[in-house]
DNA sequence: CAAATTAACTGTAACGTTTCAGATTGTTTT
DNA sequence: AAAACAATCTGAAACGTTACAGTTAATTTG
């Protein structure tokens, strides 16, 4: 019984002789329905069974059957039908990206959009977006997602050095990959930019300039790269006998107008800070507008580092020393890491650290 | 027959009594598993269908039952099965955002998602995204989403005049709701930012500083878009006799080095714009550069007007004369029509625009 | 009071897929 | 030649939902 398939036995009463839904009148003959498994039996006459397992290369199929049905398949443009899988196997071919609407303004959450999309394209992988208020109840997407198994895995970003969906999703056993990373002795896939080293660098630049009273505008406290840049910060003063200029409960997500008055009160001080480092790139539009304000010029009485995820700083004052992080990378690494989460990679082994890397001085 | 049925024919032999899915062993009792239809119908003592009913509130089911039914659902947290819905009805509840990679940076992308999920937030509906590079196939994520039916419906941004997608999708008859208004002759939901209002304004603004030779940077020549702003560039000129700067090929696209390259050369002219109206707030960012290079002086020299989706501009330089584009705005309202128009409603009556509002002269 | 009508509820089938437990060959072993 | 095996193929059932065509019992009609 090797090549004598060959179409022999056609119509297979018992399933139905493929029932020729009704052509539609305006389209003559083009409107065929979106071709099934069924279909492909049918064209090939073989049971659907068989179709479904050669399509998936199973052990128990001949050869040649495998090549034909590949070949009908290739040819229908057939593409198995996703609710049809999810129903039967849960599986849901979905990932979710969870952000909050607080995520930083300029091009953040784009690019990482876009990096995610770039990985995904080549998958099954479909990207649902799942924005929510992160200061009103951060459990709810993931809740929700957990609930309803809407997703097959979860990427967070924001998180928190004690992270309550870290915990929860590592309880269920859920796969997930975060932007970031916690403290909570818990093993998870993260990508995370070197914001330690980052601040650490920035300082060591400040005060390879000559300064020598620095000041940092830190993220949230709450988040965990706030507790990362402070160590950075810290371990650089220690290094070099900098003193630390405080800029009390500002942080780079105050409104950019009170940055922009802290900065200027800051400035207006009796020992104002002759290098500030910034952590986020629209904190430090608003920084500038202070600073100056207080009639301090740039690069002369002070000096300014800034991380940014678009490159616009140097645009606006080539004398910023700025590190780019590179969001869309960053993107592209977590939707590797959660694919190969959900495939079964240990947690251990997805885990990647982007380090800073210093703009050369001014643009084009 | 009235209130008669409380829990008296308990179990339904027939269709099994409720499985009594084995315990896990890990998790001692509360790893109920996701209630269904099934499940309401054991605890109500009723028919599958008649909670299937009574939940969408069919008129042939008793009040009182519809009434016990909804409270079990609600006390179960039941949430219909997506893939069992999708695959039954082919109703998949998802809007797929189709966008170009090549989107504006600054928070474009961003803005228009959250604001879709603001209004997404309240339905049934998930959004999922669909990026693309524009350059090479923009019809590629379209018929991917026709072929597969895997959304509801659709919103595209970037439209062209006459628009490839918008006559692909019309001629299907699959809802869509476009940011940008097209010219072709077809009826469809939009959103669109009045940029014929908004250069035609910023002209007159420049005018009536006494700026006389207007340069204007364009969008892309493709889109829609583009002739708008024009329009209303020439109708400016016309009123008032003012003259045009021509830019040869650059637009608010190109690289922002060659934006300023261009902005640079542009002032260094023999004869120079005194006005320069900008469609969008990156470009404006490089242009600056370009103009203060060539060693003139914003506001003084010349006037520049902007359009931004971010608010930032005027941190960096004041004296530029913004306009933000709510973009946000723009999502919610894209979200609105294209809900609207899967429920039926006709085009011509999700039709929006958005007008300019100018910001005030300098921020907090 | 039989027949028709109404109100309330229900089982079956189907959407497209995969898993399971066979079935049908031909071939090898004893 | 009977029995066992291997190689291929297969139908039935199930996932959760809804449309359809009933069924049942009570009520109205003639």
Redesign the pocket.
């Known amino acids: 019984?090797?090549q004598t398939?060959m179409a022999v036995?056609i119509g297979?009463q018992?399933?139905g002789t493929m029932?020729e839904k009704s052509i539609t009148p305006n389209h003559p003959s083009k409107s065929q329905?979106?071709p099934?498994?069924?279909t492909i039996?049918f064209m090939t006459?073989?049971?659907?069974?068989?179709?479904?397992?050669?399509?998936?290369d199973a052990p128990?199929?001949?050869?040649?059957?495998?090549e034909r049905v590949r070949l009908v398949a290739r040819q229908l443009g057939?593409?198995?039908?996703r609710?049809?899988?999810r129903?039967?196997?849960g599986k849901t071919n979905v990932i979710a990206l969870v952000l909050s609407i607080e995520e930083e303004l300029m091009g953040f959450t784009s690019q990482m959009v876009f990096g995610i999309s770039e990985v995904l394209a080549g998958t099954q992988y479909h990207l649902v977006l799942t924005p929510h208020s992160h200061q009103r109840d951060p459990m709810m997407p993931v809740r929700y997602i957990l609930d309803t198994g809407s997703a097959d895995g979860i990427i967070i970003s924001r998180v928190a050095p004690e992270d309550q969906r870290v915990a929860l999703l590592t309880e269920r056993g859920f796969p997930f990959a975060t932007h970031g990373r916690t403290d909570m002795g818990i093993m998870h896939a993260f990508h995370d930019f070197d914001n330690e080293s980052y601040v650490y660098q920035a300082v060591r630049k400040l005060i390879a300039r000559g300064r020598t009273r620095i000041a940092l505008l830190p993220p949230p406290s709450n988040l965990s790269y706030y507790h990362h840049s402070r160590i950075g910060f810290e371990r650089a003063l220690a290094e070099t006998g900098a003193s630390e200029v405080p800029v009390g409960r500002v942080t780079s997500e105050s409104s950019l107008g009170m940055i922009k008055e802290f900065a200027e009160n800051l400035m207006r001080n009796h020992a104002p800070p002759d290098g500030i480092v910034s952590i986020s790139g629209s904190a430090t539009v608003a920084l500038i507008a202070g600073t100056e304000a207080a009639g301090k010029v740039l690069g002369k009485e002070f000096d300014l580092v800034s991380k940014q995820s678009a490159d616009f700083l140097n645009w606006i004052r080539p004398e910023i020393l700025t590190v780019n992080e590179d969001v869309r990378h960053a993107g592209r690494e977590l939707a590797k890491a959660i694919i190969a989460r959900i495939d079964g990679v240990a947690p251990d082994l997805l885990q990647s650290i982007s380090h800073p890397t210093w703009a050369s001085a001014a643009p084009v």
Not at 45 to 56: H, M, N, Q
Not at 60 to 66: E, F, P, R, S, V
Not at 78 to 81: T, V
């Open positions: 019984m090797r398939l036995r297979k018992a399933t029932d329905e979106r099934t498994l069924k039996a006459g073989l049971g659907i069974t068989t179709v479904s397992r050669a399509l998936k128990d199929i001949g050869a040649d059957t495998k057939y593409q198995p039908n609710a049809g899988v129903l039967r196997t």
